[in-house]
Structure formats: structure tokens, C-alpha cells
């Protein structure tokens, strides 16, 4: 079965400090993996997605995502974090193999100081 | 570009009424989905329809029934609302690779 975890709750930054949001899945076959971002009383706005290809995802918003097989993870990154960036992230996957559930993680609130 | 469009945005029940939330797309995606989100358990599938036609149970799909009318339309109905299905339901559609969302429906049960 498909399942994401998200270890942190929240996590605090200074602005202008880099950000991680870790995330690591369990998938069967081969993971499509995404993030979204949802900020307050709206709904989810998609960030980035990895596929296939090259480890490293690059996004919107300046936000980055690195795929590591081996440590089943999907960490998502930013080099120089923002006040604006702050919201909830979810972290989501789904089966390449034929199922067309998205599995969310169950979110981490990014707090950014100024 | 309208995307996926749920309506209504707010709702009060009482225990035991019946309610039709109703969700389109206009970007011709064979995939839609209806999650609940609730604090501290991220997005819960609710149940979801791989194409027109056909529909298969998430994770919590109890007290719930769904209806795949058209490749657009897909709405979700509750029999009857109890106060455990306080929450914020979200729909979406997708492609293979991505899925997008709904503003959500606010609903809450007393």
C-alpha cells in the first residue's frame, strides 16, 4: 500500500535561511511523488513533481525537491526562505503502476520569522 | 479558466440531513477525487473515479456515496451528516502526473 510520512509537524526558519521539509513514502513500483502547498482558507496550488530523470526537481516559487531512492525520500528545499513562504506543505505520491490514488502526507506547517 | 469548481463553499447541517456536494472540472481529466481534510491527518481519500464510469473507495469511505455523472461532473453525497464529518472537503481532477484542486467546501455538522 501507498503511504506517505511527514515527520515534522512544523518547522521555523529565519527569513533568508534555507528550508527543508522532509518527506519520505512507501510505494510498491515506481513513485510519482509531488508537493503541494496550501495557504490559509484556500486549496491546494501544486509546487513540483517528480517522475523520473534527474534526482533534483526544481519548482515554483524558487522551491527545489531532491528524490533519493535509497532513503525512500522526497525532501523539499528552498535555498533562502521568505515571510510569504510561509503555509501548510503536503507532500503526496502515487503508484506509476496503475492505481490513480494520490496518497497526501499529513502536512507541515512552515513558520518563516522575520 | 475555471479549473475545478466546488460548490457550495459553506455549509451547516444538522445530524441526520442529507447533502449533494457537487464538483466540475473543465480540463477534460479522466481522474477526479474528493478528500477530507482534517487537522493534524492531512488530506483523507474519500473515494475517487479513475474515468467516467467508474468509481472506487479511498480510505474513508463511510457515510459517503459518489456519483461520476460525466467526465466532468463528480459529486459526493452524504446520507446522513453526522458530527464526525465536520471537515473540509477538497475535489480535484487529474492527469497521470498531476492533480489539481477545488477551494473546498467548508462543511460543518451539529
Known amino acids: 500500500a501507498q503511504s506517505v510520512a511527514q515527520p515534522e509537524d512544523q518547522v521555523n526558519v529565519a527569513e533568508g535561511n534555507p528550508l527543508t521539509v522532509k518527506c519520505t513514502y512507501s510505494?510498491?513500483?515506481?513513485?510519482?511523488l509531488f508537493w503541494y502547498v496550501q495557504y490559509p482558507n484556500r486549496g491546494l496550488q501544486f509546487l513540483l513533481k517528480y517522475i523520473t530523470g534527474d534526482n533534483l526537481v526544481k519548482g515554483s516559487y524558487g522551491f527545489e525537491a531532491e528524490f533519493n531512492k535509497s532513503q525512500t525520500s522526497f525532501h523539499l528545499k528552498k535555498p533562502s526562505a521568505l515571510v510569504s513562504d510561509s503555509a501548510l506543505y503536503f507532500c503526496a505520491v502515487r503508484d506509476e503502476a496503475g492505481t490513480y490514488k494520490y496518497i497526501f502526507g499529513t502536512g507541515t506547517r512552515l513558520k518563516v520569522l522575520a | 479558466n475555471a479549473g475545478v469548481t466546488q460548490t457550495p463553499k459553506f455549509q451547516v447541517l444538522k445530524t441526520g440531513q442529507s447533502m449533494t456536494l457537487q464538483c466540475a472540472q473543465d480540463m477534460n481529466h479522466n481522474s477526479m477525487y474528493w478528500y477530507r481534510q482534517d487537522p493534524g491527518m492531512g488530506l483523507r481519500l474519500i473515494y475517487y473515479s479513475a474515468s467516467e464510469g467508474t468509481t472506487d473507495k479511498g480510505e474513508v469511505p463511510n457515510g459517503y456515496n459518489v456519483s461520476r455523472l460525466n467526465k466532468r461532473e463528480f459529486s459526493l453525497r452524504l446520507e446522513s451528516a453526522a458530527p464526525s464529518q465536520t471537515s473540509v472537503y477538497f475535489c480535484?481532477?487529474?492527469?497521470?502526473?498531476?492533480?489539481?484542486f477545488g477551494q473546498g467546501t467548508r462543511l460543518t455538522v451539529v
Open positions: 480535484a481532477s487529474g492527469k497521470n502526473t498531476e492533480a489539481f
Open positions: 510505494v510498491s513500483g515506481n513513485p510519482y
